[in-house]
């Protein structure tokens, strides 16, 4: 990148306060500023290319250059730019996304709310799991329990549902009500010679546990990514969804999932929820939704759920809650192409056949003296460093090593992102079979140069 006085680069360190970045390592460094994208591929400002092997933030599901969705966009701009959906009125594209995504997703999902991100949608989640339960006369059923390892983003009670250290530390969070069960992760949480059966047997048990010493009167909910996405890409055991929904039904506690990653294609069955043999109450999604070419994110509700929201909104006036972008025409029009186009290019077909190559790919690193574990389904996977394989030691410090192959990866013009030192790789699912090669390939580059500066630093603990 050019850090020259008058510089992009520049401009962008004098004023822009960026999200999830070192802040004082940005003013030395600067950033790579993007300007183009060109489908799997996106090019800086000085011309470089990138193959994007994250879809941006795990969300560019069609890639960076969709004509259809542009066109989706700027007709209903011309048409009616905005219109809002409080108070008995809306616009007709929020209508029929509103009705699509009643017909995809679980037939016990009968209303959507939109909403602008993941993060609000989860909010609204949380605020509708509390509105119901006042409504149906039980105010003390407020808890919400997440996962270590989730991810639900940073407002205020997604970032509170969030159990990254990194995203609650000096934020003052988080908030009440909501606690937190272990990770479905067999390789980094079972015990010694812990079968996968065992181990969600113990997770299962571990969550019946804490619902029984928070008194289960006392616990309303349940969200989880039925697959752990900024976690680690954590792919849970096969028994450990049943076991953890049998736990739930038993206390009548709600299950939310949140889809947006999942969701859409992602993981080979339109929703995780398929892949993994989730029936929630609730749903969460974002992302992929819109192909992320603009900001949308919709919360769905079971009728139960509707119908308690309903008769308290009627007895308090309202429904209080709504944002003034929540079922923007123009989010929604495009989010209505998008889901068109996947139908059509029948995307989760596609990520199925496309799966084994990348997922093979990828395994074939597992032979490197750092790679601890790669892990992964459909289109995203993730291959986790360690200083010691045999001890499953991770590096010190963590991230370090992360940044450096992500860093090298770029070099080689394949942007992968690290989650710590676990490298994940989530790109988008129009992806060709030679794109894939090529991912494969910035891997390889990376992983090689990774393991020689590894050594050099004395950072394996086998060295
Ligand atoms: C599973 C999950 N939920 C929620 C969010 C938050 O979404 P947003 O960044 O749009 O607020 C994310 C973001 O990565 C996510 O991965």
């Known amino acids: 990148m050019s850090v020259g006085s008058n510089s992009a680069a520049s401009r962008d360190i004098a004023y822009h306060l960026h999200p999830y970045t070192n802040a004082r390592k940005n003013e030395a460094e600067g950033s790579v500023i993007i300007d183009r994208g060109e489908g799997v591929y996106v090019i800086d400002n000085q011309g470089k290319r990138y193959l994007e092997a994250m879809a941006g933030l795990w969300c560019a599901g069609l ?13 209903q701009l011309a048409k009616l730019p905005y219109y809002h959906s409080f108070a008995q009125k809306t616009a007709s594209p929020a209508v029929d996304l509103a009705e699509k995504l009643v017909e995809m997703t679980p037939a016990q999902l009968t209303k959507v709310f939109f909403a602008n991100s993941g993060s609000e949608a989860n909010d609204t989640a949380v605020k509708v799991v509390w509105y119901y339960n006042n409504a149906l006369g039980r105010p003390e059923r407020k808890k919400v329990i997440s996962r270590v390892k989730g991810y639900h983003g940073v407002t205020i009670a997604a970032a509170s ?49 804490l619902i029984l ?19 680690g890409v954590i792919v849970p055991p096969e028994s450990y969804w049943p076991k953890i929904q049998a736990v739930l039904k038993e206390y009548d506690i709600l299950l939310i999932a949140d889809e947006v990653i999942c969701g859409f294609g992602r993981t080979g069955r339109l929703f995780g929820s398929e892949t993994f043999g989730l029936q929630p109450d609730m749903m969460t999604v974002a992302k992929q939704l819109s192909s992320a070419y603009v900001p949308i994110s919709a919360l769905l509700v079971s009728d139960p759920i509707y119908q308690a929201i309903a008769d308290n909104s009627e007895k308090l006036g309202s429904f209080g809650h709504g944002y003034t972008y929540g079922a923007h025409p123009v989010s929604a029009a495009v989010a209505l192409e998008t889901l068109k186009i996947y139908e059509e290019r029948n995307i989760v077909e596609r990520v199925q056949a496309l799966a084994p190559q990348l ?3 990828l395994r074939r690193f597992q032979d490197s003296p750092i790679v601890g574990e790669v892990r992964g389904i459909g289109l995203i996977a993730a291959a986790e460093l360690v200083a010691d394989k045999a001890g499953k030691t991770p590096f010190e410090p963590v991230g ?16 992968f992102r690290n989650l710590g030192d676990t490298i994940a790789v989530c790109p988008p699912m129009i992806i060709t079979e030679a794109e894939i090669d090529i991912l494969l390939e910035g891997f390889a580059a990376a992983l090689a140069e990774t393991e020689a500066w590894v050594a050099e630093q004395g950072l394996d603990a086998v060295a």
């Open 213 to 231: 010493a928070e008194g289960p009167e006392t616990v309303a909910a349940f969200i989880g990514e039925p697959l752990q996405g900024a976690g």
């Open 359 to 361: 997922q093979q790919g």
């Open 400 to 415: 370090k090593v992360g940044s450096y192959f992500t860093a090298s990866a770029q070099a080689h013009g394949v942007i």
């Open 63 to 75: 890639g960076f250059s969709e004509e259809r969705l542009v066109k989706a966009a700027s007709d």
């Open 161 to 209: 549902l969030t159990a990254m250290p990194y995203v609650q530390a000096d934020f003052d969070l988080p908030i009440q009500n909501i606690i937190h069960t272990g990770a479905p992760h067999h390789y980094r949480f079972a015990k010694e010679g812990e079968s996968e059966e065992a181990f969600t047997d113990r997770l299962a048990q571990e969550l019946e546990d």
